[in-house]
């Protein structure tokens, strides 16, 4: 075990050092003669106005709770699948005990997802569909 | 079964100096090797083929002026890149600007390890091979809301958010339809998964939820590679070029050869898990020798990764871009519960059936 | 000094370094991203430790789904233009030398318990499969019970998240 | 010096005591967060050294993967409640929210 993960070790390495290294190979090649137009942030050729450093949508975050959880999940499930196929094929009683095991799993975290499924959390743009918006605010709530 | 570190140890045992080198000096040469021997001319003729079929596929000729045919396109395209100015802007993050494109190499380069090309061809034969794949692929999400949020320009961090959100989201199918294999094949060793498999016999066709399992992981890691029409995170008509806007030259250019890079473990990966790996179909290749079989494995395995490419550039250049409202749809209510359903589908069926998949039952009729 | 040694070394220092700049760097954002070296040396520790699924586990959760939520939580809390993240100032003088006191008393008791250590002789075993076993056997009250925890903090935060 | 069960432990211990400065020194709750999830890897390298040098079996490997669980439930949930006071008060200052209704 421990000569394969020498090896993955030696591949995190050398990745690490390969972005550095690519760019130290066209260092001298390459031009530098910035000035403070070429060094300003793009936006489409306008003058930048104000720092993009600005509060986003909460939505991001609550993809970002139900992927954490169902990450978990995930990690929590391989183990099982792997004894999965032995447990299968040594005896029938065992098979079933396995699948009611793994079925209970997935079932009590299946609650939650289809909670959040009925409650809308999936809508990107949330209630948008459901009540008609006056146009004059439109440009608000896609904000 | 060895890795290919130990493969070519024990090849060189007998030589006279090379033989005494210890098994690290062979990683690191097999891992220079598949970086600049595969990986980096790879990305660039990926870039220049799928410029080719852009061009067929909307009537015009694409890239023809450097070379016949344009064939030495990708060098003048990576030459130019290495020539161009490297651009910090100055209202950027400059250490985490840096550190940006240092991550997603890693998470690209380094998911390479665990690609079975052929057999005894593996960089890093690990037990958890495939979840090694899934945790190191997972660091791409940091890599890009850090390149979004250094870059200090309201497009890269719409971009690089978005990415970021897409990334996560596709991550759950994938994952699961990965897991769905697992519980066929019973381990997470790549080498093993293909071992499992052979000529008559590929995951794909096991049982039919694995069939639709293999179409999810397809579709669902098609987005996590942020591809059209996928690509909401860099859609040039809204957010200019998304999170790697203000990148420039040479980190641009990584950006864009880990993009190829992950387009093929992508289908490396679909070839190991569904679609039998190294195995010739009606014919079995592990009865000829040493010589003979690895290359024509390497062969089998890399012609069925890159027709899965092909089809890969050919859907970016047929369907137009999803919105990215409908995106979230698509993962969270279509991809997700038909993946769950495949799991519990199939682990139905290794029950019913005592684990046997679809060609073996076929079989056991014809025997009795 | 062999190599498995130097290594626990370089990890624990791996570990250690990017923890104590979590702790004591004043911006928050800067905080949360050495986060990630420590995340790293600790799945290092993992793996000298021989629970190569325990490691990958800490990647994909910690690094791939942790700290990115701690990411996104840092850039939404703070909106204000052209403000960086500094922590207020606050003496931390007193915490440290509380904790250093800590940290010897941990210490001395560490090195005086005699450890009754049994180390089998086969070198690392595949954990994957007999984790599997286990959670199905002895811990599947604690194994379904996870899923319930993961509920409830699935539809708490969900809750508390949602954009009124 | 060959890595015995105590230098993992100390490891452990260095990384226990870090986040108990981090808890206590930090304003920011999300700080203090941190500081949490540090004192949590060091229950984890305990619980896998335990396992290996003294169990002799994968016990504490299971536990190491509940607290992975644990971890992800309780980051979930409190920074839930960080965005939802900072979005209530504006700040994420953890001593300006002394009263419990937000």
């Known amino acids: ?143 | ?368 | 000094m062999t190599s498995y040694d130097s290594l626990f070394y370089v990890f624990a220092a791996v570990t250690i370094i990017p923890a104590i700049v979590t702790v004591f760097h004043p911006n928050i954002l800067y905080a949360a991203l050495s986060l990630f070296g420590s995340f790293f040396g600790v799945a290092g520790i993992y793996v000298l430790l021989g629970a190569d699924f325990i490691a990958a586990t800490q990647v994909l959760i910690y690094v791939g789904g942790i700290l990115v939520l701690i990411l996104f939580a840092v850039m939404l809390s703070k909106n204000i233009y052209g403000m960086t993240f500094q922590d207020e100032k606050k003496k931390k003088i007193l915490p440290t030398l509380f904790g250093i006191l800590l940290l010897g008393f941990l210490i001395k008791l560490i090195t005086t318990v005699h450890w009754n250590t049994t180390l089998s002789e086969e070198g690392p075993l595949p954990t994957t499969a007999a984790l599997g076993n286990l959670l199905l056997t002895e811990y599947l009250l604690p194994f379904e019970l996870a899923s319930v925890l993961l509920l409830a903090a699935l539809i708490g935060a969900i809750i508390l998240a949602r954009s009124k | 010096m060959t890595v015995e069960l105590h230098h993992y432990l100390i490891l452990s211990s260095i990384l226990f005591v870090l986040g108990i400065i981090g808890i206590i020194s930090r304003k920011n709750s999300i700080g203090i967060l941190m500081g949490i999830e540090l004192v949590m890897n060091a229950c984890g390298i305990n619980f896998v050294a335990f396992s290996k040098y003294i169990a002799s079996d994968f016990s504490g490997q299971i536990f190491a993967l509940f607290i992975f669980v644990i971890a992800a439930a309780e980051v979930v949930v409190a920074l839930a409640i960080v965005l939802r006071i900072y979005q209530n008060k504006a700040t994420i200052d953890i001593e300006e929210v002394k009263d419990l209704k937000c």
């Open chain 2, 1 to 368: 079964m060895t890795s290919l570190p130990e493969f070519l140890k024990e090849l060189f045992e007998s030589w006279p100096l090379l033989g005494i080198l210890p098994v690290w000096f062979y990683s690191i040469v097999a891992i220079f090797g598949l970086l600049f021997l595969f990986l980096f001319p790879f990305a660039g003729v990926a870039v220049y083929v799928e410029r080719k079929i852009a061009g067929d596929i909307q009537a015009r000729i694409g890239p023809n002026v450097v070379g016949p045919y344009g064939i030495l396109q990708w060098i003048a395209d990576a030459l130019k890149l290495l020539l161009k100015e490297d651009i910090i802007p100055t209202n950027a993050d400059k250490k985490l600007f840096i550190l940006s494109p240092m991550l997603i190499f890693i998470s690209g380069a380094c998911a390479y390890a665990v690609i079975p090309f052929a057999d005894n061809v593996i960089l890093a034969n690990l037990n958890i091979g495939i979840f090694y794949l899934l945790a190191i692929t997972s660091m791409v999400t940091l890599g890009l809301i850090l390149g979004g949020w250094a870059s200090n320009n309201k497009w890269s961090l719409l971009g690089g958010l978005r990415a970021a959100a897409q990334v996560v989201s596709y991550e759950i199918p994938v994952a699961l339809s990965i897991l769905t294999v697992v519980l066929v094949t019973g381990t997470l060793d790549m080498a093993q998964i293909v071992k499992m498999q052979g000529p008559f016999y590929w995951n794909i066709f096991h049982n039919p939820f694995l069939f639709i399992s293999a179409c999810i992981y397809y579709i669902a890691a098609l987005a996590e590679a942020n591809r059209t029409p996928f690509d909401i995170p860099e859609a040039d008509s809204e957010l200019v070029s998304g999170y790697n806007t203000e990148y420039s030259g040479m980190r641009f250019a990584i950006f864009f050869l880990i993009e190829y890079a992950e387009c093929f473990i992508i289908c490396a990966v679909a070839t190991t898990l569904f679609l039998g790996g190294w195995h010739l179909p009606f014919f079995d290749l592990s009865s000829l020798t040493l010589g003979l079989r690895i290359p024509l494995q390497i062969m089998v395995f890399m012609t069925k990764s890159i027709l899965l490419l092909l089809t890969m550039m050919w859907i970016r250049w047929t369907l137009p871009r999803y919105r990215v409202d409908q995106l979230m749809k698509l993962c969270w209510e279509v991809f997700v519960p038909f993946s769950f359903a495949c799991l519990i589908g199939t682990a139905f069926w290794m029950v019913l059936f005592k684990g046997k998949g679809i060609p073996e039952l076929i079989l056991g009729l014809f025997v009795s």
């Open chain 1, 1 to 143: 075990m421990y000569t394969q993960f020498t090896t993955i070790l030696l591949f995190l390495i050398i990745g690490a050092c390969m972005v550095p290294l690519i760019l130290l190979v066209g260092r001298y090649l390459r031009p530098a003669n910035p000035d403070p137009k070429k060094l300003s942030t793009y936006e489409c050729g306008e003058l930048p106005k104000g720092n993009s450093w600005v509060q986003f949508n909460l939505r991001f975050y609550v993809i970002a709770i139900l992927f954490l959880i169902f990450d978990v999940e995930i990690a929590f499930m391989f183990p099982v699948a792997v004894t999965f196929r032995q447990w299968v094929t040594s005896s029938q009683a065992k098979g079933v005990l396995i699948f009611s095991e793994i079925i209970l799993f997935i079932a009590i975290l299946l609650i939650g997802f289809v909670y959040a499924w009925t409650k809308g959390d999936f809508e990107w743009i949330k209630g948008l569909q459901k009540k008609q918006i006056d146009p004059r605010f439109r440009g608000d709530d896609l904000k």
